[in-house]
């Protein structure tokens, strides 16, 4: 069983940045693909971003392209999500998870370990 935790939210303004950190234990990270989900209040759990278990491609939802960007340091058992130019509506708990296998997906189903999850609130 793998334990996650999420770090790095807070409470910022739109056009800040912040920086998710989610450390594994307990588990094979490398073998592991990683995604952030996030949910805001009253509407289901969205992707976010993926990434393959080496790093070598990364997936993003539309809303998030070219302003949020997922890495993994696999020799920290650590993946990052940097969010720049946040606006008001990436307001959400964010939330780490892992998949077995090769390939990211975008249905929370699909994922076996998750962590308690981190809140984002952007102020306009």
């Known amino acids: 069983q793998v334990h996650l935790v999420e770090t790095g939210g807070g409470l910022v303004q739109a056009g800040d940045s912040l920086r998710l950190s989610c450390t594994a234990s307990?588990?094979?990270?490398?073998?592991?693909?990683m995604s952030w989900f996030r949910q805001a209040p009253g509407k289901e759990r969205e992707f976010v971003a993926g990434?393959?278990?080496?790093?070598?491609?990364?997936y993003y939802a539309d809303s998030v392209k070219g302003r949020f960007t997922i890495s993994r340091d696999n020799a920290k058992n650590t993946v990052y999500l940097q969010m720049n130019s946040l606006k008001p509506e990436d307001t959400a708990v964010y939330y780490c998870?892992?998949?077995?296998?090769?390939?990211?997906?975008?249905?929370?189903?699909?994922?076996?370990?998750w962590g308690q999850g981190t809140q984002v609130t952007v102020s306009s």
């Open positions: 998870a892992t998949r077995e296998g090769l390939t990211v997906t975008t249905t929370s189903d699909s994922y076996g370990n």
């Open positions: 307990g588990g094979t990270f490398e073998s592991y693909v």
């Open positions: 990434i393959k278990r080496r790093g070598e491609r990364t």
